[in-house]
T-cell receptor, first 114, second 114 residues
Framework: SAVISQKPSRDICQRGTSLTIQCQVD?????MFWYRQQPGQSLTLIAT?????????ESGFVIDKFPISRPNLTFSTLTVSNMSPEDSSIYLC???????????FGSGTRLTVV | QKEVEQDPGPLSVPEGAIVSLNCTYS??????FMWYRQYSRKGPELLMY????GNKEDGRFTAQVDKSSKYISLFIRDSQPSDSATYLC??????????????FGKGTHLIIQP
């Protein structure tokens, strides 16, 4: 199955700043997915990133707050903009694994906003 | 009502016991069902993937889907301390083209007592 490298693994940021999270896959994939895992909550899909087109955002998430880039078939970035303490969460990227119909996840970025 | 309901636990059982983990869902559009295991500070790891109603077995794990009741289960036989983790159920709709993101339950924190 695909191996995902996600960076940074964790960060502590000041409110009002932005953080860009990188996701690198060891094989070409059509779609990449970004999730948020807040303390005590479900993993929630933020957006789907398809190479060569605008990302598709889920209800409650907007491009201005979470801009996404997808420059090629193995890489994507998610930026958390103008951060507030409510953005403290784990952010994960994921790709589909067609061989077993499941999805593989990166190890996540643990973000704390102070 | 959330689309996917899962008791967060914690669920504590003695080593060697059979563990039963469950999720209910409300949206009949969900067609693909997955179970993930997540260790602390790690990304979710796919355990089981099922599509049709019925049972699917893989080693000590059995996944069960009852679409008529909108109910899925994961059974772990001969549970071991290394099984202590958070177990997440996840579901996906069938869109007919391309991959879709997953909808997750909150996860059940499982503790296997030595």
């Amino acid at each position: 199955s695909a191996v995902i490298s996600q960076k940074p693994s964790r960060d502590i940021c000041q409110r009002g700043t932005s953080l860009t999270i990188q996701c690198q896959v060891d094989s070409q994939v059509t779609m990449m997915f970004w999730y948020r895992q807040q303390p005590g909550q479900s993993l929630t899909l933020i957006a789907t990133a398809n190479q060569g087109s605008e990302a598709t955002y889920e209800s409650g998430f907007v491009i201005d707050k979470f801009p996404i880039s997808r420059p090629n078939l193995t890489f994507s970035t998610l930026t958390v903009s103008n951060m507030s303490p409510e953005d403290s969460s784990i952010y994960l990227c994921s790709v589909e694994v067609p061989a077993n119909y499941g999805y593989t996840f990166g190890s996540g970025t643990r973000l704390t906003v102070v | 009502q959330k689309e996917v309901e899962q008791d967060p636990g914690p669920l504590s059982v003695p080593e060697g016991a059979i563990v039963s983990l469950n999720c209910t869902y409300s949206n009949s559009a969900f067609q693909y069902f997955m179970w993930y295991r997540q260790y602390s500070r790690k990304g979710p790891e796919l355990l089981m993937y099922t599509y049709s109603s019925g049972n699917k077995e893989d080693g000590r794990f059995t996944a069960q889907v009852d679409k008529s009741s909108k109910y899925i289960s994961l059974f772990i036989r001969d549970s071991q301390p290394s099984d202590s983790a958070t177990y997440l159920c996840a579901m996906r709709k069938y869109s007919g083209g391309g991959a879709d993101g997953l909808t997750f339950g909150k996860g059940t924190h499982l503790i296997i007592q030595p």
